[in-house]
């Protein structure tokens, strides 16, 4: 399997907004988003099937959203009310499989 490709993190400032992108490197059958803190478990953020049913951890219901985009092989995650609690490299994965390289979000005033 291929990898798959994340952007759009940052540094961003608490109670602000980010969204990030994961191109797959194949079919989307069911796409998720992980997170990885220093020193923690990845665990994961939310999920979403390719007929568009979420999942969401409790940490992050009512702020986070997740989307996914059949005609452009991605799948997002709309970030807003960030926390400094949420600062963790982000990881996409696809069909419970391959993994993204991450990508770093740092909430921080």
């Known amino acids: 399997q291929g990898q798959q490709v994340e952007s759009g993190g940052g540094l961003v400032q608490p109670g602000g907004s980010l969204r990030l992108s994961c191109v797959a490197s194949?079919?989307?059958?069911?796409m998720g988003w992980y997170r990885q803190a220093p020193g923690k478990q990845r665990d994961l953020v939310a999920q979403i099937t390719s007929q568009g049913a979420t999942t969401y951890a409790n940490s992050v219901k009512g702020r986070f959203t997740i989307s996914i985009d059949n005609t452009k092989n991605t799948v997002y995650l709309q970030m807003d009310s960030l926390k400094p609690e949420d600062t963790a490299v982000y990881y996409c994965?696809?069909?419970?499989?391959?993994w993204g390289q991450g990508t770093q979000v740092t909430v921080s005033s």
């Open positions: 994965r696809r069909n419970f499989g391959s």
């Open positions: 194949g079919s989307m059958l069911i």
